[in-house]
């Protein structure tokens, strides 16, 4: 069996690994390298790299669906294609060129957050479990019949990237697991009831941003969520101060939400609905650092009040 893995970030890394040691993999598409980080110097999806790596073949196409991209993929004479965070939509022209069709690797239990985010949103949404699916792919987003699922508890201080990398090793072992019957034709797609279905939207910088009109256990599951990325942050002090780790108390202090205190020695933010501690924090343009730390080096916190979301 000829097999075409598609996939970008470090979450797709376990299962290309895994379908290397066990399948003939003819070639691997990937997104362009693009520049990132402070220096923004150019590069490589982690895909790409692993890829180079194992030996094999790799396409990184603007558009998957150019007509360059199309060509060197049906060269490959794929029977499957294997999908995990691959960050485009795939058009009727890839879904039907496989004969076995095109499984993705999805890091919710499907239907519950279809769509780009789907481990932020379970950790913001304050789910107690979320798990991997293996789902056959169709032209909906995250709309096709379900293979083979696993659920995994959420621990309290789950954040965003600890879930991804737990999910990515379960969805390199259920995928494992269920290639076989897929391929022998015992594991029979199910459809999802769309009845459940919840989405989980594309992120962007600005979400990270945090509002005190919010009760702040939300805004404790939203530091979490986005850590490492898109990250948490207030503007505060004509500057952007990054909310690395925090932790939300019930005591409500006698001030308007938006207002910075000090409780305890900790940095605290006055939100509509109780506390938020600031454990960890990174002021702009320095190094990540304890919020007492923040405190010993601030001119000028409690009585001030951040900047507003807009």
């Not at 990515?168 to 999802?192: D, F, K, M």
């Not at 979400?207 to 503007?235: N, T």
């Not at 108390?249 to 006055?270: I, K, Q, R």
Request: charged share 20%.
């Amino acid at each position: 069996m000829r097999l075409v893995f598609l996939g970008s970030p470090e979450f797709a890394v376990p299962s290309l690994e895994a379908l290397a040691r066990h399948y003939d993999i003819t070639g691997v598409v990937t997104q362009p390298d693009r520049p990132a980080g402070r220096g923004r110097q150019t590069r490589s999806p982690a895909v790409r790299v692993t890829a180079h790596r194992l030996g094999l073949p790799v396409l990184q196409p603007a558009r998957i669906s150019d007509p360059e991209a199309l060509e060197t993929i049906s060269s490959w004479d794929p029977d499957l294609i294997v999908v995990a965070a691959f960050g485009q939509l795939l058009r009727p022209s890839i879904l039907d060129l496989p004969r076995l069709g095109c499984l993705n690797i999805h890091a919710s239990l499907l239907p519950r957050w279809r769509g780009a985010s789907p481990i932020q949103a379970a950790i913001l949404a304050g789910d107690r479990t979320s798990g991997v699916t293996i789902m056959k792919m169709d032209q909906g987003l995250d709309t096709g019949p379900l293979l083979s699922q696993r659920a995994v508890p959420l621990s309290p201080d789950e954040t965003g990237g600890s879930l991804s990398t737990r999910l990515a090793s379960l969805g390199a072992s259920i995928l494992l697991e269920t290639l076989p019957g897929y391929l022998a034709g015992s594991v029979v797609p199910v459809a999802q009831d769309e009845k459940q279905a919840t989405y989980a939207p594309r992120l962007r910088k600005s979400d990270g941003a945090l509002d005190p009109a919010e009760p702040a256990e939300r805004l404790a599951r939203r530091v979490r969520a986005f850590h490492p990325w898109p990250g948490a942050y207030i503007d505060w002090d004509g500057g952007r101060l990054a909310v690395l780790a925090a932790h939300a108390t019930t005591d409500d202090l006698p001030s308007s939400p938006g207002t910075l205190s000090v409780l305890e020695g900790d940095p605290v933010l006055a939100t509509a609905q109780g506390t938020l501690h600031l454990d960890r924090v990174q002021p702009q343009g320095k190094k990540p650092m304890s919020g007492a730390a923040f405190l010993r080096g601030s001119r000028v916190f409690a009585g001030t009040s951040i900047k507003m979301p807009s």
